[in-house]
Each structure stands twice: as structure tokens, then as C-alpha cells.
């Protein structure tokens, strides 16, 4: 199964957090209440996403977190990047491929075209298009039937 890391996923959370303040600076306290996200586990990825040059830091009494760029100008490519290197779905689809299969097997090219078109997916969107509350009509029925007909009662 492919699937990101709930670093990542928590990261992403920031992150659209960030984009939604503007260029108001956040502390790590205030990001981590607001997201719900462990303070410990939101300092660590503030740090990333910084080291990455997705977010910038203040220092101070009245510093914080902000974001670098504006939303539109990072993509989901760069957020899994920053948190977890680059896509790779085979190891021959890594820069640094050490497959001992790779010059004889037959698969490796399709799985590094997957792994291009995932890529590019990412690439072509943004965190703008990341703020994105899940549509009503996605709630599994199961979750839904109950509610509906204890309203008509």
C-alpha cells in the first residue's frame, strides 16, 4: 500500500495552518493547539519544514512560524520531500538505485513511469489546493444512516 507517513500528514496540517494565517507569525505552542498536534511532535516538524525552506522562523518574544512562500508556490511534491525524501515506490525508481535485479529484470521501467506520474501528481498540487475539508458526499453511508433517521423521527 502506498501511503504517507502520519508525519506527513500532521506536517501537511501545519502547514496548511500556516497558509490559512497568512503572514502572521505563529508560535509552536499556538500551531500545536490549533492543529491538534502534539507540541513536541509540531516543534520537530516546524523544524523540518524550516530546514526544508517551507516555513520560516522568528526568534523572540514575538517571533514564530510563518510560511516561506506563499501557498500557491509549494506543491505536495515538496512537502514529501521535506518529510519523507523523495518517491520512490521500487528502489530502482531512487537516484541512487542499488537493485542487484535491475539490469535483468523486466518490470523496473513501468515502476519508474508509475513512479514519475506520482510524482508529477504531487507536483501539481499545491498547498492552496491542500486546504480542502473532505466533501459531505464521501461520508461512508454506514456513518450516515443512523443520523438520518433518528432526524425524520
Not at 526568534?59 to 515538496?78: D, F, V
Not at 519523507?84 to 542499488?98: F, N
Not at 501528481?121 to 499545491?126: E, I, S
Not at 458526499?137 to 444512516?145: E, F, G, L, Q, S
Request: hydrophobic share 40%; with cysteine; net charge negative.
Amino acid at each position: 500500500m502506498l501511503r504517507i507517513s502520519r508525519l506527513t500528514d500532521y506536517g501537511t496540517v501545519i502547514l496548511v495552518y500556516l497558509a490559512q494565517r497568512g503572514d502572521r507569525l505563529c508560535s509552536a505552542s499556538d500551531v500545536a493547539a490549533e492543529t491538534h498536534v502534539a507540541l513536541p511532535t509540531a516543534q520537530k516538524l516546524l523544524k523540518v519544514l524550516a530546514k526544508a525552506g517551507l516555513v520560516e522562523s522568528t526568534r523572540g518574544s514575538e517571533g514564530g512560524y510563518c510560511l516561506a512562500r506563499p501557498p500557491s508556490s509549494i506543491t505536495a511534491a515538496e512537502i514529501v520531500d521535506a518529510l519523507e525524501g523523495p518517491v520512490a515506490i521500487t528502489e530502482c525508481s531512487t537516484e541512487a538505485s542499488q537493485c542487484e535485479l535491475e539490469s535483468m529484470c523486466h518490470t523496473g521501467g513501468a515502476w519508474q513511469r508509475i513512479n514519475q506520474a506520482i510524482r508529477d501528481a504531487l507536483a501539481d498540487v499545491t498547498l492552496d489546493e491542500l486546504d480542502c475539508p473532505p466533501p459531505a458526499a464521501r461520508t461512508p453511508a454506514h456513518k450516515t444512516a443512523g443520523v438520518t433517521a433518528r432526524q425524520q423521527r
